[in-house]
């Protein structure tokens, strides 16, 4: 075989001993084993149900780069899929730095192409996404990614590890449709440490013949945007400032055990207060159609568009789902991506919030949409001015 990337049994078995057991008792390891091996006649009967997916001649299939763009931005792409699957090639760097999450408060980061959340990856499904993880030698980490749109133990982890002055190409085939999360899984309470570190992004995999409304209609966007939700754990001095630090790991213990409360000192939209407000508002006009890809990949969430709706929500994230319709506010579950419908009738400036207000208005978890038009005001009106009590 001309690829022989690490996929035999006992390299996977290795590295899932080594990461994700690591720290585990006999006990908790043991108790995984009987709940993978117990049921011999559970076995057999979901066996003759069993349907491999079929094989496909990957050398075939046409190859496209996709230029991978910083968050709310997403990729350009085709709504509906033309021609057979191709092989969608994509790069992304590791960058460890330092970012402002807000007025005197900043964090060591670990992301995905320098931007939490990392970009947006945007294919249709059956596609082949053969990714190049890139680990720059100044990095002080390992690092690696798990997709949840791939299948695969541990979801490409155990085959995209990569020190400093490393790169490595893994591919998988999304064979669901959906909005996915993915995010760096290096083993243990590394695991944790770098997704709330900023170490998380989505994959868009859209259904070949485009989304379906809940009457199964073809639907479309004129704007599509990528809103990356982030809980940080700032360590704080005694006087109530937040600590800074020379790099990376200096601040990790710290953090380690802020984490530990469960308590964030901040829940922001891609990155940071105010990234997505004020002058970083997103576009749109009256009349368009706006598609809200939204992830979290640690905490649940409940975003809510004041003044607007979910026309059509995929709550799950499942694009194969009938979307739920006309929603005030949905649920996204931690290690989950939903995607959100709305066409604007009326223009000004709306508030796009995590629903726990706390966290949108005292934490940061906020954005903007600026929308463009004429005020109609059969939909809403001031019938009088305030004035003085009439009665």
């Given at each position: 075989?001309?690829?022989?990337?690490?996929?035999?049994?006992?390299?996977?078995?290795?590295?899932?001993?080594?990461?994700?057991?690591?720290?585990?008792?006999?006990?908790?390891?043991?108790?995984?084993?009987?709940?993978?091996?117990?049921?011999?006649?559970?076995?057999?009967?979901?066996?003759?149900?069993?349907?491999?997916?079929?094989?496909?001649?990957?050398?075939?299939?046409?190859?496209?780069?996709?230029?991978?763009?910083?968050?709310?931005?997403?990729?350009?792409?085709?709504?509906?899929?033309?021609?057979?699957?191709?092989?969608?090639?994509?790069?992304?760097?590791?960058?460890?730095?330092?970012?402002?999450?807000?007025?005197?408060?900043?964090?060591?980061?670990?992301?995905?192409?320098g931007s939490v959340p990392g970009p947006?990856?945007?294919?249709?499904?059956?596609?082949?996404?053969?990714?190049?993880?890139?680990?720059?030698?100044?990095?002080?980490?390992?690092?690696?990614?798990?997709?949840?749109?791939?299948?695969?133990?541990?979801?490409?982890?155990?085959?995209?590890?990569?020190?400093?002055?490393?790169?490595?190409?893994?591919?998988?085939?999304?064979?669901?449709?959906?909005?996915?999360?993915?995010?760096?899984?290096?083993?243990?309470?590394?695991?944790?440490?770098?997704?709330?570190?900023?170490?998380?992004?989505?994959?868009?995999?859209?259904?070949?013949?485009?989304?379906?409304?809940?009457?199964?209609?073809?639907?479309?966007?004129?704007?599509?945007?990528?809103?990356?939700?982030?809980?940080?754990?700032?360590?704080?001095?005694?006087?109530?400032?937040?600590?800074?630090?020379?790099?990376?790991?200096?601040?990790?213990?710290?953090?380690?055990?802020?984490?530990?409360?469960?308590?964030p000192s901040h829940v922001v939209f891609?990155?940071?207060?105010?990234?997505?407000?004020?002058?970083?508002?997103?576009?749109?006009?009256?009349?368009?159609?706006?598609?809200?890809?939204?992830?979290?990949?640690?905490?649940?969430?409940?975003?809510?568009?004041?003044?607007?709706?979910?026309?059509?929500?995929?709550?799950?994230?499942?694009?194969?789902?009938?979307?739920?319709?006309?929603?005030?506010?949905?649920?996204?579950?931690?290690?989950?991506?939903?995607?959100?419908?709305?066409?604007?009738?009326?223009?000004?400036?709306?508030?796009?919030?995590?629903?726990?207000?706390?966290?949108?208005?005292?934490?940061?978890?906020?954005?903007?949409?600026?929308?463009?038009?004429?005020?109609?005001?059969?939909?809403?009106?001031?019938?009088?001015?305030?004035?003085?009590?009439?009665?």
């Open positions: 075989m001309s690829e022989k990337i690490a996929t035999r049994p006992e390299q996977l078995e290795s590295a899932t001993r080594r990461d994700f057991f690591k720290g585990a008792t006999a006990a908790a390891v043991g108790a995984a084993t009987i709940a993978a091996f117990g049921s011999v006649s559970a076995q057999a009967s979901s066996s003759a149900a069993f349907k491999p997916i079929p094989d496909v001649d990957i050398a075939s299939l046409q190859r496209v780069k996709q230029k991978l763009v910083q968050p709310p931005f997403v990729p350009e792409h085709d709504q509906v899929a033309t021609g057979k699957p191709k092989v969608i090639e994509v790069r992304m760097e590791v960058e460890e730095k330092l970012i402002e999450v807000d007025q005197g408060a900043k964090v060591w980061a670990c992301t995905f192409n947006l990856i945007v294919c249709h499904q059956d596609d082949y996404i053969e990714l190049t993880l890139v680990n720059p030698a100044t990095n002080q980490l390992q690092h690696n990614i798990d997709f949840h749109a791939s299948t695969g133990a541990m979801g490409g982890g155990a085959l995209t590890e990569v020190m400093p002055g490393e790169e490595v190409v893994f591919r998988f085939r999304a064979t669901k449709a959906g909005t996915f999360v993915y995010h760096c899984a290096p083993g243990g309470p590394m695991i944790p440490f770098h997704v709330v570190s900023g170490m998380n992004g989505a994959i868009m995999v859209l259904p070949r013949d485009g989304l379906k409304d809940e009457n199964g209609n073809p639907v479309r966007y004129d704007h599509a945007y990528y809103v990356g939700e982030q809980d940080f754990y700032l360590p704080k001095h005694s006087n109530g400032t937040y600590k800074q630090y020379d790099s990376l790991l200096h601040g990790m213990t710290d953090m380690l055990e802020v984490m530990k409360t469960l308590t891609n990155g940071a207060v105010g990234a997505l407000t004020g002058k970083n508002a997103l576009k749109a006009k009256v009349g368009e159609s706006v598609l809200i890809i939204h992830s979290q990949a640690n905490r649940d969430t409940r975003p809510h568009l004041i003044g607007g709706h979910g026309d059509l929500v995929w709550t799950a994230g499942s694009f194969t789902d009938r979307p739920s319709t006309n929603l005030e506010t949905w649920h996204i579950p931690g290690g989950a991506a939903a995607a959100a419908l709305y066409t604007f009738h009326q223009p000004g400036l709306y508030a796009y919030v995590n629903h726990n207000l706390i966290e949108a208005i005292l934490l940061g978890a906020a954005a903007h949409f600026q929308v463009e038009g004429d005020w109609n005001d059969n939909l809403m009106t001031q019938v009088r001015k305030p004035g003085p009590i009439t009665a």
